[in-house]
DNA sequence: GAAGGCTCAGCCTTATACTC
DNA sequence: GAGTATAAGGCTGAGCCTTC
């Protein structure tokens, strides 16, 4: 079919306000209706429609409305019957078709299509519940409420009770926006607001003893105005309290109850049905007058216009004439009626009465010269300041902190109707919340705590895993800064092996140099490490030696400085035994040596011989790099140059052993001699003789 | 000056113990 | 098992002295 529905829905819509009523100008929500191939049975002109809602979120929805099946059961439908659309006929899902959106779909049959349907989404308010409120209005004892049995309908084959409520009628007065429903109407009954107070005192005084005529004129057009802008009057409200199936008996047994057309076209009987013995005894008006805030106990008779039934038959927020003094009207306001004046005093004096507050001006004394703020007065005040400052700002834990203290409460108070009338009770003051919003919002705010705990252990988490991140990160700082040291101590060790790879004698123009009397001279130039320059001024310049000569000292390295006579000398040996051994005593000296070993370890052939101090690994080092110097001088083979520094250790021991053999063979020698000159003493008288 | 003998530093071998 | 450090002993040759 593919045409919009004009779908029009009541004020009380899940979907709020006019979301849900579908027009073909703009759609908020599309409502979608597709003609089904299917007829039942012969009536093939009865046409079967799907509808489909589109893009209805979840947020649409009541709380409890989609239940784990995706269905849901509050969509009603208003045509010639009223009814309750099944909830196997209502499907709630995700739609492919609307990339996944939320749709809601149902099916449903147009038996005429001449007749106009409505659809609407309406939140469940059940009987039960409205009983318990009803019983809660009834504990307040309000003097404009009374709740009898009106009738009983037939409901398949049992008698239920349905009470009616007189203030059924004021129900409508309430405007079409604000009328969400029978709780709401009742609620609008037995406020205080400007329309339903006067409508009421009107209402009751119509039928009632005390009604003045000029209320009595304006009762009619008030219900009968009312009426038109309400959409449910007093029998849509009956609608709520009686069975659906009988309906047109029980209405009709109701009408014939109420002896009552339609509102607003007929007349209504009494239903509250006032002792007028009960009237006739109010005779004192306790009333404050606006010009002075003074308090009088006047008879009722100085009432302008006000005949009251009973002690709280007046209005504290109508403004009324009272004839002051001389006769003089005077406005004011009613603040308590009573038999006698000494009623009000004892009242007062037992703080059963109190005296509100009229205005913000300075203080003004009473007849009974006391000033009295009546805490109600007071508390609403605040309530309505605070209300009116921090509403906006209102959090959702500040309202569940206060729906679950709401709960404790009611919870400890034990019976579910004392709960219900504390409810009620606090909704005068403070927002009414449904329990179905207040259990959603309660599940709201535990998934949100519990989110918010997720969170935060992740938190937790995450922190330690960064404290161990940058634990790891100083380490591999550390670990990258180690290595970035010996990758440069590896290089300067690579440049100094390269240097003494490359640093070959060296003259070539005819120069001499040192190593050039002890070596062969070399045919070919070769670069020279200048990493250490010659700043000896007794020899020509020389930029391939390695060594300092200075005042007559060759400076070996690592501070050692040794004879440059010596050091020529040593130059000239032959043999890497002899040049490192000659070394060793150039370095260490003889009487060193003989009581060193190379490595400190002590000999194994003898068992209980102690290890000799070991050489200096530095000045060792120096020796090597000597005979570094002479052998890469005169091969390039690696493998030969490692192979001959490899016995420097084994020519120093020896060198150490040699020293101590020669020293023994001194001793041997000096001790022999001894010997000989002894031997020659003794045998010198003989050869004297 | 030449030859021979002696001395001893240097070198080598061997043995022992230990480490890798 | 290979390599190393140490010690001891033996071999060698240069150097010195003596002798011729």
């Known amino acids: 079919m593919g045409a919009w529905v004009s779908a029009e829905c009541s004020c009380h819509s899940v979907i709020q306000n006019s979301t849900f009523k579908a027009t073909e100008a703009n759609p908020p929500v599309q409502l979608r209706v597709r003609k089904r191939r299917e007829s039942r049975g012969s009536e093939t002109d009865v046409a079967s429609y799907s509808i489909t809602i589109d893009t209805i979120g979840k947020s649409h929805l009541f709380p409890h409305t989609a239940n784990d099946r995706g269905r849901t059961s509050h969509l009603h439908t208003a045509g010639a019957i009223r009814q309750r659309l099944p909830a196997k006929n209502v499907y709630y899902y995700r739609c492919p078709d609307h990339r996944r959106n939320y749709v809601m779909s149902f099916a449903f049959c147009f038996d005429r299509e001449d007749d106009i349907y409505q659809f609407a989404y309406c939140y469940p308010y059940t009987y039960s519940r409205l009983q318990h409120y009803l019983a809660s209005l009834e504990r307040r004892n309000l003097d404009y409420l009374q709740r009898e049995q ?102 009709a047994h109701l009408d014939e109850r109420l002896s009552v057309s339609p509102i607003g076209t007929g007349k209504l009987s009494s239903p509250i049905p006032k002792s007028r013995d009960q009237r006739a005894k109010i005779m004192y008006a306790f009333v404050r007058f606006l010009e002075d805030d003074m308090c009088y106990a006047l008879p009722v008779s100085d009432v302008k216009d006000f ?3 009973h002690k709280r038959d007046f209005d504290d ?13 005077a406005k004011a306001h009613i603040l308590a009626l009573a ?79 004392d709960r219900l009338t504390t409810e009620e009770e606090e909704e005068q003051d ?13 599940h709201s705010y535990r998934q949100q705590e519990e989110e918010m705990r997720r969170l935060q252990q992740e938190l937790e988490r995450t922190r330690r895993q960064l404290l161990q991140q940058a634990k790891k990160l100083k380490e591999y700082g550390s670990l990258l800064t180690e290595v970035k040291e010996l990758r440069d101590f590896n290089r300067r060790l690579q440049d100094v092996l390269l240097m003494r790879l490359g640093s070959e004698p060296m003259h070539d123009n005819g120069t001499q140099t040192i190593k050039a009397e002890v070596v062969e001279p070399i045919s070919e130039p070769q670069e020279v490490c200048q990493e250490e320059a010659n700043t000896s001024s007794t020899h020509s310049p020389s930029p391939r030696t390695v060594y300092t000569f200075n005042d007559g000292k060759v400076h070996l390295g690592g501070g050692i400085w040794v004879e440059e006579e010596k050091w020529h000398q040593l130059q000239r040996t032959q043999g890497d035994s002899k040049f490192t051994k000659n070394l060793a005593v150039m370095i260490w000296g003889t009487e060193t040596l003989k009581n060193r070993s190379v490595t400190g370890v002590a000999t194994k052939k003898k ?83």
């Open 150 to 251: 009106l009738g009983l309908s037939v409901l398949d084959g049992v008698y239920e009770e349905p009470k009616w409520m007189v203030l059924n009628a004021i129900a409508s007065f309430c405007p079409k926006e604000h009328n969400s429903g029978p709780k709401h109407n009742l609620d609008s009954c037995t406020s205080q607001q400007p329309i339903p107070a006067p409508v009421r005192s009107a209402f009751n005084g119509a039928e009632g003893p005390g009604l003045a005529q000029k209320g009595r004129e304006q009762r009619g057009d008030v219900v009968q105005n009312s009426g038109k802008n309400g959409r449910f009057g007093a029998r849509r409200l009956v609608l709520y309290l009686v069975s659906q199936r009988r309906r047109s008996r029980t209405h």
């Open 307 to 309: 005949q009251p039934v």
């Open 430 to 442: 403070e927002a009414v919340v449904p329990r179905v919003l207040y259990e959603e919002l309660v």
């Open 317 to 329: 927020q109508k403004v009324y004439v009272v004839l002051r003094g001389a006769g003089q009207p």
């Open 607 to 689: 068992k209980d011989a102690l290890p000799k101090p070991p050489l200096s690994p530095s000045k060792l080092k120096i020796v090597r790099e000597c005979l570094y110097d002479r052998v890469s001088q005169e091969t390039a083979d690696s493998a030969e140059i490692t192979q001959r520094l490899s016995k420097v250790n084994k020519y120093i021991c020896e060198k150490i052993m040699d020293i101590n053999k020669s020293i023994k063979n001194e001793e041997r020698r000096e001790s022999k001699l001894l010997i000989q000159q002894t031997v020659k003493m003794e045998n010198f008288p003989y050869d004297g003789l």
């Open 339 to 417: 038999e006698s004046i000494e009623e009000f005093e004892h009242s007062i004096m037992q703080k059963k009465m109190k005296i509100p507050k009229m205005s913000n001006r300075n203080t003004v004394e009473n007849h009974f010269g006391e000033e009295r703020m009546p805490l109600r007065h007071k508390k609403v005040q605040s309530q309505e300041q605070q209300r009116a400052s921090s509403n906006s700002s209102k959090s959702l834990a500040a309202v569940v902190a206060r729906l679950e203290r709401n709960a404790v409460n009611s919870c400890t108070e034990g019976e579910e109707l």
